[in-house]
Every structure is written in C-alpha cells, then in structure tokens.
C-alpha cells in the first residue's frame, strides 16, 4: 500500500502526504532574503562619488590626506562590508561573457562597474586605481619599506597583466571560468573567510607588498592594463607639481610605483639615423611577433582547453574508458546517470575546443601586438623637460604631492 | 594644437567611442537587465547529490544547506533521509544516522509521524540525507543555497564544478526553488 503512489523517478511520491490527528500544523521552510536590488545602486553611487573625490583631491586640492581617507574608506566599504563581489576588475569577464554567449545576460550594475572606471581614466587617469579599488586599497594602505625595482624587470613583469586579462577573456568567453575570481587573493581576506590557499595567497601578496609596493596591481591586475591603455589619453591628470619643476627629484622618491618619468636631459639622445632605422624594423617586426604569438597560441589551444568541463569529462571518457566503472569518478558517473550520449557530449566539447583555436590565435597575436608595442614604445623619444607622472603606470595616489616643494 | 595633443585627443574619443559601441551593442541585443539581480540556486529536481556542495563552497561552510519541503513529506518512522540503509535498529543512536555532523533532528508528533528539522549551523551541505531521502523516500530533503550565507560571488565556485550544472544564476524574485510539488515543473508540458 504504502508504494501506492510510486510513480517514475522523477516524480518521488512515494508515500502520501500526511493526515494529522492532533492539532500540529506543518512548518514551512525559511527563505532568507538575498541583499536588496537597491544596495546595488548605493554601491554604483558610492563608486562614482569616491572617483570624482579622487579626482578632485589628485588634480585640484593636491591632498594626499583626502585619498588617504578615501582609501581607507573603500577598503572598509567595498570590501570588508560589501565583500568584494562584484567588483570592476571581475566584470571583465561578466561584459566578455555577455558579448560572447547569446544566452548570457549581464546585470546593468555589472556593466556599471565595468564602464565607470574606463571612463573616468579617460577624464582624470587611474582614479579608481588610485582610492576606489578595494584590492588596490588594502595593498596600498600597508606599503612599508618599498624597494626599487630594475626598470628592465619591470617592464618585463608588466607584460604579465596582459597575459592575465587574455587568459581570462578566453576562458570568459569560451564559458570555461571566471579565473580573475577564482584567482583573486585579496577577497578571503575581506570575507575573513575562504579556502585556505586563498588566504594564503591573500596573506602572501600582502607581505610582498610590503616592499614590493602594490604587487598584485602592477604585475598582476587585467583591469590595471586596461586602465593603463585608457589613462594615457586622459583629458586631465594629476601633476606632481602646481606651476614650475625644480628638478629636485623629491617627487621619484616618493613614488612607491616607480610611476614618474625622468626628463630627457638625463637620458641620452639616440642618434636620429640610427633610431629611424630602428624605428622601422620594430614596425616590421611587429606583425612578426603577432604571427609567431598566434602560432604558438594555436598549438597551446588543445592544453587550454582542458580547463574546460565538457571537454575535460570528454577526454576522460574516451582515453580512459575503463573509468566508466569507476564508481568514485563524480563526473564520470553523472554523465552516465545523464543519459546523454557520449556523441552528444564529443560533439559539445569538440565545438567548445574550435572556440578555444580561434580565442588562442588571437590571444597569441594580441600578446605578439602588446610584447611589440613595448619594446616600440622603448625606442620613441620623447621630449621632456621635468619629472612628471607616468600618465599610463600612475595610480594617481597623491603621494608626490605631499613632497613637491614648488607652492 | 602640436602633434601629441591632437593624438590624446583623437585616441580619447575613439576609445570612447569604443566604450559606447560595446554598451550599445550589449544594450541592443537585450543583455542587459536592468533591475535586474541574479542569485545562485541549485534546482533540486536536476541534483545529483554527488557531494560537491560540501566542499567547494568558497564559504568555510558551505552556504549550501538541506532544506525540508514539509508539505511533501509523509514523515514516517523509516526515514531514508534519516537512518542509515540495514541498520539494525530504527533509534536515534549516532550510529544509526546518516548526516555526519548530526544536523538533521527528528521531534516525534503523531503516530507515526515525525517532525524533521535542519539545524543550519551544523549542515554542511554533502548531501547524504537528500540522496537517502531521493533514493526512498519523498524527495522532501534537498539541497538549497541559502542566500544569507551566500557571497553571491561572481562566478560560483560550486557551479563550476557540479556535475549535473544544475547551479545556475536565477531572477532575485524567485530565489528559492523550493520543492512543492511532487513533479519536477520542467517535466510538464504546457497546455496547447
């Protein structure tokens, strides 16, 4: 009697729902509420007003106190309270994604995030960098003792934000991950709660930082590239100094980032012959490099791939077919329990790893264009009389001001 | 207006230009929603119960927890979600029970019902009560994000791993699928 009611799998009534003599009345399940739609707004209004402070403290009050405080206030609000999530430097991939995938519909307070950055660097530089981040905020307020880093090396590690925002645009787009959150070492901290190796890396970063002043944003951030490209054509951006450079110097001191550009007269003259040859041979060989980039990238597309899980369980599949009897193999054991045809799913990853050939063409050319315009961008003379920030690499934080001298 | 003036202007304008391209193209082909918040919930009727839940929750403990359908169940004495399969006698010794951190209670009612609770700080979410509950019973225990534990990260990290895909970002208005049918709703067809 009692397996009356059985019906197939799906449908598990298996016993009837209970008649009760006495007078209990049944419970129903809680549902907590999820934070409001409206906070969402909050946030988007607070990221505008902390930029537009930055901006006016770094171009116009010249204070370093005010983006002190600013900092401060971002690493409280974006990130201890708000937790992080979702931040400018993931959405990224969220705008990827939603450009990529038909079915994929991105939140406008996502968009938000993703565009008000970019269009503030075009109108006063790195402001977002510089208080509004919550990762840049906690790495900037515990700088201590931070060293000189080689400019060869530096520059050499600043390539790595480009590998970082096209690997995380491919994996985006092709509905692998979301690897800069996955990845992301600042957000266990802010939760004060994560996995440990999240922590851990979190913990790590930040002792680097305390000499390595702001290691995950210059070496590290995809957003920060982007922002790196968009800044240098900004309208207005901080100047170290209010009217006239002295050339004291005072300035490069006290830039952590190693931001401020020297001027020419320190720096020798190439000779004009040899630099316009050179100058052409870089032209030439920048499409050089797009090519051998793409090539390479095209022979890594097949390893690439395998971060993805159609493609993944596809392989396991068909090079270990002795797995299907493993009954601890998760993967392996839904898709059997699917009933989904091995076709099927071959079909599915195989298409999945024709996204990954064309996305890992053009991220070898991309970085082939990048690595190219570097070593081009090594060879430009450009004229300049004082020290002054770095329009692409300057956070706008504000500290030079404190110490320019000139009134 | 000198040479490098006239480039930061024009390149300004083009990235602009970009930046608009890219939220028009976004905004036109309706990707965007525009009150729109999306929260992370699993959809019981698609769980395999495979265990993830538990362990790859970015949370220490998982935000994924049990949640009993009342309505749906009989509640009877022999509850799959509750004892072991052959145990040897239906009493509440540990050893008889199936969730490892004791978080599912039962409070006898009637004859021969019982009234089980979740006690949330000690679910884990693993799943072992659903999976006995599926297997035998009515299918009331199952497995539900709860949204005030949630950091509703940007991608969730459980998602990424479920082996069923039966995470997925749903609307903030319908955050729960609670199970209150007895038919999974995706299995009847609409009318005409």
Redesign the interface.
Known sequence: MLFAAFNSLQAQQRFPKPEFKTEYTQPSPTTPEPRGVGMEFVDVALLILVMSLTAWFAIKKRSRKGILWLTVFSAVYFGFYRNGCICSVGSIQNVALALADPKYVISLYALLFFLLPLVFSLFFGRVFCGAACPLGALQDLLIFKPITIAPWLRKTLGVLPYVYLGLSVLFAVTGTEFIICRYDPFIGIYRMNGPYLMILLGIAFLLMGLFIARPYCRFLCPYGALLNITSRFSRRHLSVYPTKCIECKLCTTACPFEAIDFPDSEKERPDPKKSTRRFLLFLILIPVLMAAGGWIGSKSHVFLSKANQTVYTAELLISHPELRKDPLNLDIQTFLASGKSLETLTEEASAIRDKFYVGSWILGAFLGLVIGFMAFNQLIFRRKNEYQANRGTCYSCARCLDYCPVE | MNRKIFL??S??WV??GG?AY??G??FF?R?????????WQIDP?KC?Q???CATQC???LSAVKC??????????DLCGGYFKPNTLSLNTGAENQLCPTGALTRKF??EP?F?YTIDEELCNGCGKCVKGC?S????SLHLQI??????????C?IA??C??DAITRVP?ET??Q?KGD???PA?IKPKG
């Open positions: 930061t202007q390149g300004r990235l602009l930046l890219l939220t193209h976004i082909k990707k965007v929603s525009a009150s729109g918040k999306y929260v009727f395999s495979c265990g993830r970015v949370r220490d949640v009993h359908a009342y309505s749906l169940c009989g509640y009877c009612v009637e019902f009234e599926t035998f019973g009515n299918g709860r949204h005030d534990l949630c950091q509703n990260c940007n991608e990290s990424r791993l082996p069923s903030i955050a729960y609670i007895f038919i999974n299995l």
